[in-house]
């Protein structure tokens, strides 16, 4: 298992580079056409071939990255800080907000997310600006996927609450944001850290979904779900295997966060 | 007994209607919701595409809508689709058999495949096989519901079969990490040492100590189930829930998304609760 989060850890720095010099790795800007040029097969100038408008696909591929892994971070951001306020809420004051926190949990919880995610933005618009899609889009995956990490955090805030520690605390005269800065927020850095680092792969997936459907980020700036509904031209598939490249690059990076995600686990 | 069944009943009644509710209001806050695609059609009368705009705006204040669809659920009246401009109890009754029928088949050969092969990496405790499946299950894991459809639809493969797939690693992660650690339990070492087989040890020490927590794992590979078939449908054109769901959200359809929100809450809820329960009596009647 050590080989396998070595070779994990170089996927991810490769990936990392990738996103960073992708100007300087790319031949051409993810925009640029060449129009004399479209559907073109692999090519020393086009290491993937061009789109049917002729764009590069190997240039949209290292911008698509760029936009996938840079923005699922930022959005596990902020779902694991609405996890943290909510089930660090319920966990910290306990009864009815306790109960009505996990009522919200629950409803979360309850409707299946990639369900909720897909039904909620296929109601909001499609004709937007690129870069308002890609705020759209995160934005939403960080709303909602909080609730799991939410349950995560209350159930961890809880038995802190009940510890002997917080208890000697209390009657020393702890209380409020001083009790939460010196004794909550310290013990709870570790769950709160593996909540985010889970977070990233599984919003990469569902951005990746989102992308696959045309409910992604918008013409023309790519992502790695965006890069996915070439695969919808299933007819030209066949000859052209190189389309799947991005489909494999997913699953490469994902495999490589699920391999250190187990350590994660283990340290939280 | 009593008891737990009240506070399930009452659970599941106010997630209802907090799904329903939210869908309600998701759909009115949706940018187009006052206008009908039918609203272009040329060949309708201009007291037809009154009507229609009427229709809308009566959907319109969504506390009205609200208070008259409970009115009308409560008569088993779930309302007309203004989209596909059918009732809506029509169309859950031609297209939920399909989604629930995708759903068993990819829990089924989900939940066969996933503790199968961490049985197996188990009893014959070989790290080639254990890598393999860890392999497959990484690789499964790491596919979006969508492009693996796309892919299927390729290969023409049938797309439960896909969902299948996905619920598999999630199965499997979960039973091999459990198994693993009722494996490293005192008494089951102590059964080993003492000369048990492998199959002996798996089926009268590890299983009854990880069965209660597997017991709970279905109810939320159901809520999975239902999450990777949405995408699945959508792009496999089949006519079940989930590509209706989509319809729905697309066309602005107020009545359709409401009840399908309530639908797949409903099960998702009764699937988590039902395990809850088995798994409390399972670990009641084993203590």
């Not at chain 2, 008891?3 to 806050?29: D, E, I, K, P, V």
């Not at chain 2, 496999?236 to 590509?243: E, P, T, W, Y």
Request: hydrophobic residues 55%; positive net charge.
């Amino acid at each position: 298992m050590r080989a396998a989060r070595v070779i994990a850890i170089i996927v991810l720095l490769a990936a990392a580079a990738a996103v960073l010099f992708a100007n300087y790795l790319a031949p051409a800007g993810y925009e640029q056409q060449f129009r004399e040029a479209t559907q073109a097969s692999p090519s020393p100038q086009h290491p993937l071939g061009t789109d049917e408008l002729g764009r590069d696909r190997w240039a949209r591929l290292l911008y698509g990255m760029r936009v996938s892994l840079t923005l699922a971070p930022l959005a596990a951001l902020l779902s694991t800080l609405l996890a943290a306020l909510v089930g660090g809420v319920a966990g910290y004051f306990g009864g009815w907000t306790e109960r009505c926190c996990k009522l919200l949990i629950d409803f979360f919880l309850s409707v299946p997310w990639l369900f909720l995610l897909i039904t909620v933005r296929a109601a909001l618009p499609l004709n937007i600006s690129p870069q308002a899609s890609v705020t759209v889009t995160f934005v939403l995956l960080g709303l909602l996927g909080w609730s799991a990490s939410a349950r995560v955090i209350c159930a961890g805030a809880k038995d802190l609450m009940n510890s002997e520690f917080v208890w000697t605390a209390r009657a020393t005269g702890f209380s409020g944001f001083k009790l939460i800065r010196l004794h909550l927020l310290p013990n709870l850095r570790g769950a709160l850290f593996a909540q985010f680092w889970i977070s990233i792969p599984v919003f990469i997936i569902a951005e990746a979904n989102l992308g696959a459907l045309g409910l992604g980020v918008s013409e023309p700036l790519p992502s790695l779900g965006s890069l996915l509904r070439e695969l919808q031209d299933a007819v030209t598939l066949r000859p052209e295997p190189w389309r799947l490249l991005p489909l494999a690059v997913l699953i490469v990076v994902i495999s490589s966060f699920q391999v250190l995600l187990n350590k994660q686990e283990v340290r939280a | 007994m009593v008891r737990f069944l009240g506070q399930a009943a009452l659970r599941l009644a106010a997630l209802m209607l907090m799904a329903s509710l939210a869908g309600a209001l998701l759909m009115r806050a949706a940018p187009g919701f006052s206008s009908d695609d039918q609203e272009l059609n040329s060949g309708l009368s201009s007291e037809s595409i009154q009507a229609i705009r009427h229709g809308r705006m009566d959907d319109a204040n969504i506390p009205r809508f609200y208070v008259r669809y409970l009115a009308a659920l409560a008569k088993g009246d779930l309302g007309t689709s203004r989209s596909l401009n059918q009732p809506v109890k029509d169309l859950l009754r031609e297209r939920l058999p399909v989604t629930l029928w995708n759903l068993a088949f990819a829990l089924g050969l989900g939940w066969l495949l996933g503790l199968a092969l961490a049985m197996v990496a188990q009893t014959l405790r070989s790290r080639a096989l254990s890598f393999l499946a860890g392999g497959l299950s990484g690789a499964f894991i790491s596919t979006p519901a969508a492009a693996l459809a796309l892919v299927f639809l390729l290969l023409r493969w049938p797309p439960a079969l896909a969902a299948a797939l996905l619920v598999f690693p999630k199965i499997y992660r979960y039973a091999q990490n459990l198994l693993q650690q009722s494996a490293e339990m005192p008494h089951v070492l102590t059964a080993r040492a003492k000369g048990a087989g492998p199959l002996r040890v798996l089926a009268w020490h590890i299983a009854p100590i990880a069965l209660p927590q597997l017991i709970a794992l279905i109810g939320v590979s159901i809520s999975i189930g239902i999450g990777v078939l949405l995408p699945i449908e959508v792009v496999s054109d089949v006519a079940g829930i989930g590509q209706l769901a989509w319809n729905a959200a697309q066309g602005r359809d107020l009545p359709l998304l409401v009840n399908l929100t309530m639908v797949v809450t409903f099960i998702t809820v009764c699937a988590t609760l039902i395990s809850d329960a088995a798994q409390r009596g399972f670990t009641r009647s084993a203590a």
